[in-house]
């Protein structure tokens, strides 16, 4: 199992910047992806972003050019750098790791953070 700790959610003007931190509970070379997804009032929980425990990294489309993924080993934490921030952008978000178990795999979740982009 692992625990996901978000935290760096706020309020924001359009156009600024902030960064999510999501800390897990164990060491994340052990999990075979984390990523970030959102979900806004009144619509569906959606993928933001994900990077493999290789490195690879996966974005969507709205997101593309404007926020940045990354992970850092010794600190077993996971970031979402947003930057050029939309009100669309308006969501909470959530921290989201995955684990392959054999021929199957395990979502593990963390608690969310809001992001508001207002000005």
């Known amino acids: 199992q692992v625990q996901l700790v978000e935290s760096g959610g706020g309020l924001v003007q359009p156009g600024g910047s902030l960064r999510l931190s999501c800390a897990a509970s164990?060491?994340?070379?052990?999990?075979?992806?984390m990523g970030w997804y959102r979900q806004a009032p009144g619509k569906q929980r959606e993928l933001v972003a994900a990077?493999?425990?290789?490195?690879?990294?996966n974005y969507a489309d709205s997101v593309k050019g404007r926020f940045t993924i990354s992970r850092d080993n010794a600190k077993n934490t996971v970031y979402l750098q947003m930057n050029s921030l939309k009100p669309e952008d308006t969501a909470v978000y959530y921290c989201?790791?995955?684990?392959?178990?054999?021929?199957?795999?395990?979502?593990?979740w963390g608690q969310g953070t809001q992001v508001t982009v207002s000005s």
């Open positions: 164990r060491s994340i070379f052990t999990i075979n992806q």
């Open positions: 989201n790791a995955i684990i392959y178990y054999g021929l199957g795999s395990t979502d593990y």
């Open positions: 990077i493999t425990s290789g490195g690879s990294t």
